[in-house]
């Protein structure tokens, strides 16, 4: 499968919230950087972030564009409360290995009635 291809299967599990489905995307020492996040490193670690992440807010990913270029690919989206944000995905031998995400903190805690860091 195609980079975009796994991203959109990539997208469908993470809408079910199943954070053991998602961990299987990425490879034993994959990277998964949201920007506004310290980077999480390996694939349990990622997996334990989803599940964090899941059991805290209600996430829905809406594409609205996903893009390929070789072993990358762009996934820009929404949610259903008007939160927008970019993902940039590397793949090797059809597994994530590295994942960078850009989207507004602040907006995404106030959202969802989360704590704000004071820090």
Not at 10 to 37: C, M, P, R
Not at 40 to 55: L, P, S, T, Y
Request: net charge negative; glycine share 6%; charged share 25%.
């Amino acid at each position: 499968m195609s980079p975009k291809e796994i991203l959109t299967h990539w997208v469908e599990v993470f809408n079910q919230g199943d954070a053991d489905k998602l961990a299987s995307f990425y490879t034993e020492h994959a990277i998964n950087h949201q920007v506004a996040n310290e980077p999480v490193n390996g694939k349990q670690a990622i997996r334990d972030m989803f599940a964090n992440e899941f059991a805290a807010a209600d996430m829905v990913c809406i594409v609205e564009n996903i893009f390929e270029d070789g072993d990358w690919a762009i996934l820009e989206w929404k949610d259903p409360i008007g939160l927008r944000g970019c993902g940039f995905f590397k793949f090797e031998q059809g597994l994530i290995v590295h994942q960078r995400g850009y989207w507004d903190k602040l907006s995404f805690l106030r959202a969802h009635n989360l704590p704000i860091p004071t820090e």
